[in-house]
């Protein structure tokens, strides 16, 4: 007679296609970009964080959350400095900016109002002559935004999003890093890589 329980190496072989199942469960992240395709990117080797600034809004500051903040500045560093970007505060090629989308009713500003910082602190340079500009208010509520602009021209000459992915009041830190690098992974645009 047959052992009625059944060896357990027959079923092995479902593990790897049970985590791959598994594995199409986790919802991908839908990153895109746009550029000023009169730039030459490999002339950018460096870049620095841009400091934002307080916005004219009446949203709330204490809001703000330094650990939070940190930890999407690091990310991003972290994954320029991958592309084989350097950091240098003081003289970069490239100055870095985000943003994330916040819905109107989660703070009553201009229709240029986002988050970097969740809530009221703006950076300021020229997105006049950049192709498809649009304003961070205008993006649905959760997108998160990474912004390079030249340091000598203060123009911005690259811009990366990821489209209504972070909630501001529930901060999945594993979602905004997954946004950060599926954001950055189209940085540079149609370029050979780096030597």
Same mark, same amino acid.
């Not at 620095?48 to 004219?56: D, V, W």
């Not at 950091?87 to 989308?101: F, G, I, K, N, Q």
């Given at each position: 007679m047959?052992? &009625?329980?059944? =060896?357990?190496?027959?079923?092995?072989?479902?593990?790897p296609?049970f985590?791959?199942g598994?594995? +199409?469960?986790?919802?991908?992240i839908?990153?895109?970009?746009?550029? #000023? %395709?009169?730039v030459?990117?490999q002339?950018?080797?460096?870049?620095?964080?841009?400091?934002p600034?307080?916005?004219?809004?009446s949203?709330?500051? =204490?809001?703000?959350?330094?650990l939070? #903040?940190?930890r999407?500045?690091?990310?991003?560093a &972290?994954?320029?400095?991958k *592309?084989?970007l350097?950091?240098?505060?003081?003289?970069?090629d490239?100055?870095?900016?985000?943003?994330v989308?916040?819905?109107q009713?989660a703070?009553? &500003?201009s229709?240029d109002?986002?988050?970097?910082y969740?809530?009221?602190?703006?950076?300021?340079? =020229?997105t006049?002559?950049f192709?498809?500009?649009r304003?961070? +208010?205008q993006?649905?509520p959760g997108t998160?935004l990474i912004?390079?602009?030249?340091a000598?021209? =203060?123009e911005?000459v690259w $811009? +990366?999003? &990821?489209?209504g992915?972070?909630?501001?009041t529930?901060?999945?830190?594993? *979602?905004i $890093? %997954?946004?950060?690098?599926?954001?950055?992974?189209?940085?540079?645009p149609n370029?050979?890589?780096?030597?």
């Amino acid at each position: 007679m047959r052992n &009625a329980i059944p =060896n357990l190496s027959h079923w092995l072989y479902l593990i790897p296609v049970f985590l791959i199942g598994l594995s +199409g469960c986790i919802p991908s992240i839908v990153a895109d970009s746009a550029y #000023d %395709r009169s730039v030459d990117f490999q002339i950018y080797q460096t870049f620095a964080l841009l400091e934002p600034e307080m916005a004219n809004t009446s949203a709330d500051p =204490n809001l703000y959350e330094p650990l939070l #903040d940190r930890r999407i500045r690091d990310a991003i560093a &972290a994954e320029l400095v991958k *592309k084989g970007l350097t950091l240098d505060v003081e003289s970069p090629d490239l100055l870095v900016a985000y943003d994330v989308s916040v819905a109107q009713d989660a703070a009553t &500003a201009s229709p240029d109002f986002g988050y970097a910082y969740w809530f009221g602190y703006r950076s300021n340079y =020229n997105t006049t002559d950049f192709p498809d500009y649009r304003p961070v +208010g205008q993006y649905t509520p959760g997108t998160m935004l990474i912004d390079l602009v030249s340091a000598s021209t =203060n123009e911005l000459v690259w $811009r +990366g999003v &990821a489209e209504g992915e972070i909630v501001a009041t529930q901060t999945d830190e594993g *979602k905004i $890093r %997954r946004s950060i690098i599926s954001i950055l992974s189209l940085y540079p645009p149609n370029q050979p890589p780096r030597q």
